[in-house]
């Protein structure tokens, strides 16, 4: 049983790892402003962030619960 989960917790690390890394990236800064603004104007790829967003978003959270389970059964 713990073998699984420690399984399942390792493979939600590596897909996380991989959805925070196909995000895009913020630009910060004054620049970042007037860039972002072009880019909500002329379109950008909306749809591919959003999701990614959720999925990280999921991973997330099954990352967090697993922890607290694996703890919880190395007492």
Same mark, same amino acid.
């Given at each position: ?20 890394? /196909?995000? @895009?990236?913020?630009?910060? !800064? %004054? ?6 603004? *072009?880019?909500? =104007? ?8 959003? /999701?990614? @967003?959720?999925?990280?978003? !999921? %991973? ?6 697993? *922890?607290?389970? =694996? ?5």
């Amino acid at each position: 049983m713990r073998l699984a989960i420690i399984i399942i917790y390792v493979t939600v690390c590596i897909s996380l790892i991989a959805s925070v890394l /196909l995000q @895009s990236g913020r630009s910060a !800064g %004054l620049s970042g402003s007037i860039a972002g603004g *072009a880019q909500t =104007l002329f379109g950008k790829k909306k749809g591919l962030d959003d /999701l990614l @967003s959720r999925v990280t978003t !999921g %991973l997330a959270i099954g990352f967090m619960i697993l *922890a607290i389970i =694996l703890t919880i059964l190395a007492n």
